[in-house]
């Protein structure tokens, strides 16, 4: 999840001041680190939902609204409880994530394996023209998959942080 990225400007209508929830999130994000989903709600309609965000500190936010609410950290033993589970289901997102990142850079190695001249690629990102305004450029290339190896790589990282405070707790 991104960082906040720069002061707030307070608007007022009339004698009230408008507050910017998504902001306020984006700070609450920033200061105890990055969210889980827990707390899965199934609809009729088959859906799952998962009514809060758990942070590594134990503070959950809801996950419906950027105004929240939000909850404390409990008392223990119930904070421990929390943040097991919240190191789990962290590690269980990263496992699948990196399984299926390998299975693509997999599936792409071989399909190029079986290709006479090397596989294209096109990137597309954004950047800045001479006159300054903001522009798409795309590139086609020969396909790499350093960089898919390199997110993989710290995958299998962040996994490992997560089996090393599975073991603190």
């Known amino acids: 999840?991104?960082?906040?990225a720069g002061p707030v400007t307070t608007v007022t209508v009339g004698?009230?001041?408008?507050?910017?929830w998504l902001a306020y999130f984006k700070k609450f994000v920033e200061a105890h680190g990055e969210p889980e989903e827990v707390d899965p709600v199934d609809t009729e309609e088959g859906?799952?939902?998962?009514?809060?965000?758990?942070?590594?500190?134990?503070w959950r936010y809801s996950n419906f609204d950027y105004q929240g609410p939000e909850f404390p950290p409990p008392d223990e033993p119930a904070?421990?409880?929390?943040?097991?589970?919240?190191?789990r289901q962290r590690r269980s997102r990263l496992l699948k994530e990196h399984r299926e990142l390998w299975d693509h850079i997999n599936g792409m190695?071989?399909?190029?394996?079986?290709r006479?001249?090397?596989?294209?690629?096109?990137?597309?990102?954004a950047t800045e023209n001479e006159e300054g305004k903001r522009?798409?450029?795309?590139?086609?290339g020969d396909m790499s998959l350093e960089g898919l190896k390199s997110k993989a790589d710290d995958l299998a990282y962040a996994v490992q942080e997560c089996n090393d405070h599975i073991e603190s707790l």
């Open 1 to 4: 999840m991104s960082t906040y």
């Open 15 to 20: 004698n009230r001041v408008r507050l910017d």
């Open 79 to 87: 904070l421990s409880n929390l943040l097991l589970l919240y190191w």
């Open 116 to 125: 006479d001249q090397p596989l294209q690629q096109r990137v597309v990102y």
């Open 47 to 58: 859906i799952t939902l998962y009514s809060r965000l758990l942070f590594p500190d134990g």
């Open 109 to 114: 190695a071989n399909w190029a394996d079986l």
């Open 135 to 140: 522009v798409m450029v795309t590139e086609v």
